[in-house]
């Protein structure tokens, strides 16, 4: 699959709002789940997490990446420090920081999340969304690329594969460094 992949920015903001949809994506989460506290995640509606996205768009740096495909954006991974995504880094979670410095760490960043358009899914996007994020992390001084997916689904269409596929992370040549939750290792690709 050809696509065109683009760091988010404000000027990309209706295509990111068109992709994740009217209901905004995952049940209205608008890649907002690992920037907030399950607290804060209870009270939130569609419109709050729609409108805490699209102000960190809009504040940059971009918080991932947008993949093109003949002018329609078709899938989203969001990508960055790790502290840009603070729930990400819970004690509890089995996408934990090995060492919890790396939470508040510029140089170690993380991809959390993926969004694919029901009609791109299949095609091998997640592949080039990941290869894009090494190289956007690259470019951004990251020294280390983790993600927690999932080991098994029963599809792969499933919304659960929001953290992505371990295959995926495998192929790419990121390693698995821990394994807290069965099926949901820690990976970390060293750039």
Same mark, same amino acid.
């Given at each position: !699959?050809?696509?065109?992949?683009?760091?988010?920015?404000?000027?990309?903001?209706?295509?990111?709002?068109?992709?994740?949809?009217? &209901?905004?994506?995952c049940y209205g989460c608008w890649?907002?789940?690992?920037r907030n506290a399950p607290s804060?995640?209870?009270?939130?509606?569609?419109?709050?997490?729609?409108?805490?996205?699209?102000?960190?768009?809009?504040?940059?740096?971009?918080?991932?990446? %947008?993949?093109?495909?003949?002018?329609?954006?078709?899938?989203? !991974? &969001?990508?960055?420090?790790?502290?840009?995504?603070?729930?990400?880094?819970?004690?509890?979670?089995? +996408?934990? /920081?090995?060492?919890?410095?790396?939470?508040?760490?510029?140089?170690?960043?993380?991809?959390?999340?993926?969004?694919?358009?029901?009609?791109?899914?299949?095609?091998?996007l997640t592949h080039r969304l990941? +290869?894009?994020?090494?190289?956007?992390?690259?470019?951004?001084?990251?020294?280390? %690329?983790?993600?927690?997916? !999932?080991?098994?689904?029963?599809? +792969?269409?499933?919304?659960? %594969?929001?953290?992505? +596929?371990?295959?995926?992370?495998?192929?790419?040549?990121?390693?698995?460094?821990?394994?807290?939750?069965?099926?949901? /290792? %820690? !990976?970390?690709?060293?750039?």
């Amino acid at each position: !699959m050809e696509a065109d992949i683009r760091p988010v920015t404000a000027a990309l903001w209706p295509a990111f709002e068109d992709l994740f949809g009217r &209901q905004g994506a995952c049940y209205g989460c608008w890649c907002t789940h690992y920037r907030n506290a399950p607290s804060v995640r209870r009270e939130n509606n569609r419109q709050r997490n729609k409108d805490q996205i699209r102000e960190r768009i809009e504040a940059g740096p971009p918080p991932g990446l %947008l993949a093109f495909e003949d002018g329609l954006a078709i899938g989203w !991974m &969001q990508v960055g420090p790790r502290a840009d995504i603070p729930e990400w880094n819970n004690p509890g979670r089995g +996408s934990a /920081p090995l060492d919890p410095a790396d939470a508040a760490d510029p140089a170690v960043w993380a991809i959390s999340c993926f969004f694919i358009r029901n009609k791109a899914r299949g095609r091998g996007l997640t592949h080039r969304l990941v +290869s894009s994020g090494i190289d956007f992390a690259r470019q951004n001084g990251a020294r280390f %690329l983790e993600a927690c997916p !999932m080991d098994l689904s029963r599809d +792969s269409r499933s919304v659960g %594969l929001y953290v992505g +596929s371990s295959r995926v992370f495998e192929k790419a040549g990121f390693e698995r460094v821990a394994e807290r939750k069965a099926g949901r /290792p %820690l !990976m970390r690709l060293a750039l």
